[in-house]
């Protein structure tokens, strides 16, 4: 027994020490440098950047850098052309995301390999080729570098003095994650208003104004929350109306909603009930099942007649779609059918042909009349909704009304041209209706008339900003990746780093949109030591110095006195 005792104790031993070894490995980051003894001032990194005989050697002893020496004085520019690991290692050094095997990085003459974590998070930026973005709102990937400690805690409780034992006895922080984390004067601004400011400016120098402003208009927002833009909203659209109004070649790009009248832009559904639903059993897939819907379409005697065109409507679109590919762009048009629910038309058109209309079931009679309500007298053109149905469906509106008045339900968001819709997305609450798709181009002309009344009331820059809540998806995957690489970089330019180092962080931009965002931040940050690596060379003109590394090492160095030819070869 003592023996199989002894046997399990060294058994437990070694097991124990390969988990601490996975977890500790030998170029692990001291604990002085990270979490703990964080220093009380932030002290400032506007000095030189020294590299003195740096190398990095991997396991194999091949060496990615070898021997790399240079200086950066304060505010400078300069560029590094590298290809390879070495470019990458070259970045990481200079942020300290691994370690050189061998020489000494100073900044502002203090030694790099000795500083805290929260003076580089705070004085250096960086932005690569990966730019991940976190799942959340743009708005949170922003700001996520000004966030290093809470600045405003709330008031204890019970019950956050109990979180806050739990969280230090299981190891972790006891920062309250609901507390005030944004340190405005990382930013170097002294409140939101400065700080919203100053992101603006740096959305401007990265030129991404046009893609925040293309996703705000298409956005959502809680008058509760947002009342001010959405009262602003409301006299834009006043200002809107006027100037389509004064000019006849303007006056019909838009079919505004009147309660008297049928939008042909908008769903048979939308001008049933005149609104956007706010109860999802409101929404118009779901118009079939709900007994409020129906009791209308009863009342006006369109249970029937939306059932009938709800069957022409499947045969049409199982001619049209049959043996097709889902992918194809007429898809687009018929948003409302897939592959799933062609199979179901098929099945219930082939019922009806057999034995008739009556003998379809009420399961798939609700599945008909959804059909037939999310038609679009303009977009589909199938001659179902004519004028004496679009008189019928204003009726059973004006009875649904009626209804939903005498019940006192709020399920519904209704077109009002004096209210904000908070259903709606911005655009639509700026125009108050649709698009009229018969015009060439009015999707583009609406969208100019709509920036520029923006523009004349000084709103364009607030709506820009409502793109701040908009969510981007598991690594960013809802924008596209120069949206991604942008944004990562902003992350980097809203604290004001005194350095920041940049590596092919606009890979996905072309040239030419690389160098004229590189010359903006120039502006921007005309104090900040920036040093842009890259694979193909600059134009040695911006540049204080230019390096060009190959096989590890600095073969050639070129002032800004010295002219160079343009080499757009990677290195």
Known sequence: DLLKYYQRMMDAKIKYQQVTEQFDPADMMPESLGIADRPETVPSLAGNVSLSNVSITDEDGVKSLDSITFDATPGSRVAIVAGGS?????????????????????IADQDFSNMHEAVIGRRIGYAGPDSYVFDGT???????????????????????EKDRNEAVSSGNVP??????????????????????????????????????????????????????????????????????????????????????EYNVSATVGANLIFGEAIDAKFAVEHFGENDVIRSI????????????????????LIDMFDGMSADEPIFEQYS??????LQELK?????????????ISEEDTARLISLTCQL?????????????????????????????????????????????????????NLIMGRVNAGRPQAEEKVDQILRDVLDEMELTNEVILTAADFQVGIGGRRIPLAARQSIALVRSLIKRPEVLVINEALSAHDRETRDRIRRQLYVLLPTTTLIWIDSEMPDASEFDQVLVVRNGRIEERISEATPVEADTKAV
């Open 86 to 106: 070495g470019r990458d290692n070259l970045a990481y050094i200079l942020t300290r995301l691994i370690q050189p095997s061998q020489g000494r990085i100073s």
């Open 138 to 160: 743009i708005g949170y990937n922003v700001f996520y570098g000004l966030k290093h400690m809470p600045v405003v805690t709330p008031e204890d409780t019970p019950e956050r």
């Open 175 to 260: 920062h309250a994650i609901d507390a005030e984390w944004i340190d405005y004067g990382d930013a170097g601004v002294a409140d939101n208003a400065e700080l919203l400011h100053w992101w603006h400016e740096t959305l401007r120098a990265v030129e991404l104004e046009d893609f925040m402003y293309g996703r705000a208009m298409n956005m959502t927002i809680n008058p509760e929350t947002r009342g001010d833009l959405a009262a602003k909203i409301v006299q834009a659209r006043q200002h809107i109306l006027q100037k389509m109004q004064s000019d006849t070649q303007l006056a019909d790009l838009i079919h505004p909603f009147d309660f008297e």
């Open 297 to 316: 379409l009863d009342e006006c005697e369109l249970t029937n007649r939306f059932r009938d065109i709800g069957i022409q409507v499947a045969a049409t």
């Open 336 to 341: 409302f059918v897939d592959d799933d629910s």
């Open 347 to 359: 099945r219930i058109a082939a019922l009806a042909k057999r034995e008739g209309n009556d003998a």
């Open 376 to 428: 679009v007298v303009e977009r589909h053109r199938l001659g179902h909704i004519n004028d004496d149905m679009q008189s019928r469906i204003l009726e059973a509106r004006r009875k649904f009304r009626e209804q939903l008045a005498e019940d006192g339900s709020e399920a519904i968001a209704f077109f009002d041209p004096d209210e904000f819709n908070e259903r709606l997305p911005l655009r639509s």
